[in-house]
């Protein structure tokens, strides 16, 4: 006859090992996507920090240069909106550091993906901001022909050609406006953009939703 109690331990002693395997081998892809998740954010530190310090002298730089350019109308306005820009460029990457510095990779999975999400989240709405800039490049061509010609593009430039320039990036800057946003954060188009400048986070993700995958059963 069977012995039904050795067999109900020998089960049992077998669904230990199999549940120590388990929790060994999802400790061990927990280090090592949590790690591989963490150098890519380190990454994207490194980059908004580079990002923060390069429009921190520029805003200051286009603050001189507005300065100096008084009373010349043309040119302090468009000293202005450049060094608004890159103050608004400079915030994105405060915000984005601040985000990522708040992640706690320790915690449960979960509660990482909602943190990464707002990261996401944050990056698009800088690449909103920082594209905003598009109908306004008319300002980088006359603070760059006055500094490096010392020419006053306004003077000697067709005014139906600069309006025209500025008129044509309208539309295509609504519609950016419009659906770069939150709403549309996973689409593909949306993590198109983000390559160079955000596709960091998308990799993190991947790691971490491996890790929530082994947890839930379905790898």
């Known amino acids: 006859m069977i012995d039904i109690e050795n067999l109900q331990n020998t089960w049992s002693e077998h ?11 999802l400790e061990l892809l927990k280090r090592v996507n949590v ?4 150098s890519k954010m380190t990454s994207l530190i490194w980059l908004n ?3 923060l310090v390069f429009y921190q002298v520029v805003m200051w730089y286009f603050v001189y240069y507005t300065v100096l350019s008084w009373p010349v109308v043309q040119f302090v306005i468009a000293g202005l909106i450049l060094a608004v820009w890159s103050g608004i460029i400079s915030y994105g990457a405060v915000k984005q550091l601040k985000l990522i510095l708040e992640i706690d990779y320790a915690g449960p999975v979960t509660i990482v993906q909602k943190q990464l999400q707002k990261v996401k989240i944050a990056i698009v709405h800088f690449l909103r901001m920082a594209l905003m800039i598009l109908p306004f490049h008319m300002v980088f061509i006359i603070v760059i022909n006055d500094i490096l010609f010392n020419v006053d593009i306004i003077k000697v430039a067709d005014p139906l050609w600069m309006i025209s320039q500025t008129l044509v990036l309208i ?7 419009r659906n770069l946003s939150p709403e549309n954060v996973n689409k593909k188009w949306v ?7 955000g596709s ?7 790691f971490i939703k491996e890790i929530e995958k082994f947890e839930l059963g379905t790898i």
């Open 15 to 25: 669904e230990e090992k199999l549940q120590k395997s388990i929790n060994l081998n």
């Open 35 to 38: 790690k591989s998740a963490r």
């Open 49 to 51: 920090a580079i990002t």
């Open 171 to 177: 539309i295509p800057t609504v519609w950016i406006y």
């Open 191 to 197: 993590n198109w953009l983000l390559k160079g400048n």
């Open 200 to 206: 960091q986070i998308n990799e993190a993700q991947n």
